[in-house]
Protein backbone atom coordinates (compact mmCIF):
# COMPACT_ATOMS: atom_id res chain seq x y z
CA UNK A 1 0.00 0.00 0.00
CA UNK A 2 1.04 3.70 -0.69
CA UNK A 3 1.78 5.76 1.76
CA UNK A 4 0.34 9.14 1.06
CA UNK A 5 3.13 11.94 1.76
CA UNK A 6 2.76 14.26 4.47
CA UNK A 7 5.90 16.70 4.58
CA UNK A 8 4.80 18.33 7.93
CA UNK A 9 5.15 15.03 9.85
CA UNK A 10 8.22 15.42 11.14
CA UNK A 11 8.48 19.00 11.96
CA UNK A 12 4.95 18.11 13.90
CA UNK A 13 6.44 15.08 15.66
CA UNK A 14 9.39 17.21 17.00
CA UNK A 15 7.11 19.43 18.72
CA UNK A 16 5.51 16.32 20.55
CA UNK A 17 8.46 14.57 22.54
CA UNK A 18 6.64 14.02 25.59
CA UNK A 19 4.71 11.69 23.78
CA UNK A 20 6.48 10.37 20.41
CA UNK A 21 10.07 9.34 20.75
CA UNK A 22 12.08 9.23 17.79
CA UNK A 23 14.99 6.46 18.48
CA UNK A 24 17.71 5.93 16.39
CA UNK A 25 19.18 2.20 15.34
CA UNK A 26 21.07 0.49 18.35
CA UNK A 27 20.27 3.27 21.53
CA UNK A 28 18.41 2.19 24.17
CA UNK A 29 16.79 3.88 26.51
CA UNK A 30 15.59 3.97 30.33
CA UNK A 31 12.00 3.31 29.78
CA UNK A 32 11.29 2.93 33.53
CA UNK A 33 13.24 6.92 33.74
CA UNK A 34 10.85 7.51 30.26
CA UNK A 35 7.54 6.63 32.78
CA UNK A 36 8.92 7.81 36.20
CA UNK A 37 7.61 4.19 37.34
CA UNK A 38 8.36 0.40 37.65
CA UNK A 39 4.91 -0.40 36.09
CA UNK A 40 5.22 -3.28 33.24
CA UNK A 41 5.92 -2.48 29.93
CA UNK A 42 3.42 -3.36 26.98
CA UNK A 43 4.51 -2.88 22.93
CA UNK A 44 2.88 -3.35 19.91
CA UNK A 45 5.26 -3.77 17.43
CA UNK A 46 3.29 -2.18 14.49
CA UNK A 47 1.25 0.41 15.88
CA UNK A 48 -0.36 2.08 12.60
CA UNK A 49 -2.67 4.76 13.59
CA UNK A 50 -2.49 4.38 17.21
CA UNK A 51 -6.16 2.97 17.79
CA UNK A 52 -5.31 -0.02 19.80
CA UNK A 53 -2.12 1.41 21.97
CA UNK A 54 -4.30 4.25 23.33
CA UNK A 55 -7.19 2.22 24.18
CA UNK A 56 -4.72 0.03 25.93
CA UNK A 57 -3.36 2.63 27.90
CA UNK A 58 -6.64 4.51 29.07
CA UNK A 59 -7.71 0.92 30.17
CA UNK A 60 -4.77 0.08 31.95
CA UNK A 61 -3.48 2.97 33.32
CA UNK A 62 -0.85 0.91 35.17
CA UNK A 63 0.62 -0.39 32.48
CA UNK A 64 3.27 1.25 30.36
CA UNK A 65 2.44 0.93 26.71
CA UNK A 66 4.54 1.51 23.96
CA UNK A 67 3.45 1.58 20.01
CA UNK A 68 6.53 1.63 17.83
CA UNK A 69 5.56 2.23 14.20
CA UNK A 70 8.13 2.61 11.40
CA UNK A 71 6.83 5.19 9.05
CA UNK A 72 6.36 9.40 9.52
CA UNK A 73 3.51 9.37 7.39
CA UNK A 74 1.36 6.82 9.70
CA UNK A 75 2.92 7.44 13.22
CA UNK A 76 1.87 11.06 12.57
CA UNK A 77 -1.77 9.85 12.81
CA UNK A 78 -1.08 7.88 15.56
CA UNK A 79 -0.11 11.13 17.23
CA UNK A 80 -2.89 12.95 16.62
CA UNK A 81 -5.30 10.16 18.77
CA UNK A 82 -2.62 11.04 21.25
CA UNK A 83 -3.17 14.16 21.89
CA UNK A 84 -6.65 13.95 21.34
CA UNK A 85 -6.67 11.53 24.29
CA UNK A 86 -4.73 14.61 26.34
CA UNK A 87 -1.68 12.45 26.02
CA UNK A 88 -1.55 9.42 28.68
CA UNK A 89 1.01 9.38 30.80
CA UNK A 90 1.46 5.70 30.43
CA UNK A 91 1.87 5.71 26.71
CA UNK A 92 4.98 6.66 24.42
CA UNK A 93 4.89 6.22 20.53
CA UNK A 94 8.38 5.29 19.15
CA UNK A 95 9.65 5.94 15.80
CA UNK A 96 11.99 3.04 15.11
CA UNK A 97 11.87 -0.18 13.14
CA UNK A 98 10.63 -3.03 15.21
CA UNK A 99 13.22 -5.36 13.70
CA UNK A 100 15.15 -3.55 15.89
CA UNK A 101 13.69 -4.70 19.12
CA UNK A 102 17.08 -5.57 21.00
CA UNK A 103 18.39 -2.02 20.17
CA UNK A 104 15.58 -0.37 21.50
CA UNK A 105 15.17 -2.56 25.26
CA UNK A 106 17.32 -4.11 27.59
CA UNK A 107 16.91 -7.94 27.95
CA UNK A 108 14.20 -8.99 29.95
CA UNK A 109 12.74 -5.75 29.86
CA UNK A 110 9.08 -6.07 28.71
CA UNK A 111 6.22 -8.17 29.92
CA UNK A 112 4.46 -8.27 26.75
CA UNK A 113 4.22 -7.62 22.83
CA UNK A 114 1.43 -7.12 20.69
CA UNK A 115 1.58 -8.06 17.20
CA UNK A 116 -2.03 -7.03 15.63
CA UNK A 117 -2.87 -7.62 11.72
CA UNK A 118 0.62 -7.87 10.68
CA UNK A 119 1.75 -8.19 7.18
CA UNK A 120 1.43 -11.77 5.90
CA UNK A 121 4.10 -11.94 3.28
CA UNK A 122 2.10 -14.77 1.30
CA UNK A 123 5.11 -15.78 -0.17
CA UNK A 124 7.17 -18.83 0.97
CA UNK A 125 9.99 -17.04 -0.31
CA UNK A 126 9.11 -14.08 2.71
CA UNK A 127 8.31 -16.07 5.01
CA UNK A 128 11.51 -14.83 6.98
CA UNK A 129 9.95 -11.32 6.85
CA UNK A 130 6.40 -12.64 9.15
CA UNK A 131 6.57 -11.17 12.26
CA UNK A 132 5.93 -14.52 13.92
CA UNK A 133 8.94 -16.02 12.56
CA UNK A 134 11.33 -18.00 14.14
CA UNK A 135 14.09 -15.18 13.72
CA UNK A 136 11.42 -12.98 15.47
CA UNK A 137 10.62 -15.35 18.00
CA UNK A 138 14.31 -15.21 19.01
CA UNK A 139 14.20 -11.41 18.82
CA UNK A 140 11.37 -11.23 21.28
CA UNK A 141 12.48 -13.33 23.45
CA UNK A 142 15.30 -11.38 24.49
CA UNK A 143 13.63 -8.36 25.55
CA UNK A 144 10.53 -10.14 27.38
CA UNK A 145 11.11 -11.21 31.07
CA UNK A 146 10.94 -15.11 31.98
CA UNK A 147 7.11 -15.68 30.87
CA UNK A 148 6.67 -13.06 28.91
CA UNK A 149 3.75 -13.13 26.32
CA UNK A 150 3.15 -12.91 22.60
CA UNK A 151 -0.78 -11.60 22.13
CA UNK A 152 -1.68 -12.20 18.13
CA UNK A 153 -4.48 -10.94 16.29
CA UNK A 154 -4.96 -11.19 12.49
CA UNK A 155 -7.53 -11.94 9.63
CA UNK A 156 -5.23 -14.08 7.81
CA UNK A 157 -6.19 -17.36 8.37
CA UNK A 158 -2.73 -18.82 6.62
CA UNK A 159 -0.53 -16.54 8.41
CA UNK A 160 -2.49 -17.39 11.70
CA UNK A 161 -1.97 -21.23 10.90
CA UNK A 162 1.85 -20.39 10.00
CA UNK A 163 2.32 -19.02 13.76
CA UNK A 164 0.52 -21.22 15.37
CA UNK A 165 3.21 -23.81 13.84
CA UNK A 166 6.38 -21.57 14.27
CA UNK A 167 5.24 -20.68 17.90
CA UNK A 168 4.79 -24.33 19.03
CA UNK A 169 8.10 -25.30 17.16
CA UNK A 170 9.79 -22.70 18.75
CA UNK A 171 8.33 -24.42 22.08
CA UNK A 172 6.15 -21.59 23.27
CA UNK A 173 3.16 -22.30 25.53
CA UNK A 174 0.16 -21.54 23.36
CA UNK A 175 -3.27 -20.50 25.10
CA UNK A 176 -6.69 -18.57 24.41
CA UNK A 177 -6.25 -19.33 20.91
CA UNK A 178 -9.79 -18.36 19.37
CA UNK A 179 -10.29 -18.99 15.40
CA UNK A 180 -13.44 -16.44 16.00
CA UNK A 181 -12.81 -13.60 18.75
CA UNK A 182 -15.81 -11.96 17.79
CA UNK A 183 -18.23 -14.96 18.23
CA UNK A 184 -18.16 -14.33 22.00
CA UNK A 185 -16.62 -10.86 22.28
CA UNK A 186 -14.51 -10.95 25.21
CA UNK A 187 -15.37 -7.58 27.51
CA UNK A 188 -11.89 -6.46 27.39
CA UNK A 189 -11.33 -6.51 23.96
CA UNK A 190 -9.95 -3.20 22.43
CA UNK A 191 -9.80 -3.48 18.81
CA UNK A 192 -7.15 -2.04 16.19
CA UNK A 193 -8.95 -0.18 12.80
CA UNK A 194 -8.36 -2.96 10.63
CA UNK A 195 -9.81 -5.31 13.61
CA UNK A 196 -13.24 -3.16 12.83
CA UNK A 197 -12.85 -3.42 9.16
CA UNK A 198 -12.78 -6.24 8.51
CA UNK A 199 -15.17 -7.63 11.48
CA UNK A 200 -17.55 -5.23 9.72
CA UNK A 201 -17.42 -7.42 6.54
CA UNK A 202 -17.93 -10.72 8.32
CA UNK A 203 -14.51 -11.92 8.59
CA UNK A 204 -13.10 -14.05 11.41
CA UNK A 205 -10.35 -12.89 13.70
CA UNK A 206 -8.04 -15.14 14.95
CA UNK A 207 -6.01 -14.58 17.89
CA UNK A 208 -3.90 -16.44 20.40
CA UNK A 209 -1.63 -15.94 23.18
CA UNK A 210 1.85 -17.49 23.88
CA UNK A 211 4.09 -17.58 26.38
CA UNK A 212 7.75 -18.01 26.29
CA UNK A 213 8.88 -20.34 28.87
CA UNK A 214 12.64 -19.68 29.24
Same mark, same amino acid.
Given at each position: MRLRNKPWAKDFMAEHPDALIHEDEGTAKDWQKVF !? @?? @? #???????? !??? &? =?IIGMALANPDVNYIGIEHFDNVIVSALEKVIEAEK #? $??LRLLRANGANL??? =? &? $?GELDRIYLNFSDPWPKSRHAKRRLTHESFLARYETVLRKNGEIHFKTDNRKLFEYSLVS?????MILQDVSLDLHEEMPEDNIMTEYEEKF? $??? &? #???RLEAMFTN
Open positions: !G @NE @N #PIHVEVGT !GKG &Q =F #P $ANEGL =F &Q $AMSAYGS $AKG &Q #PIY
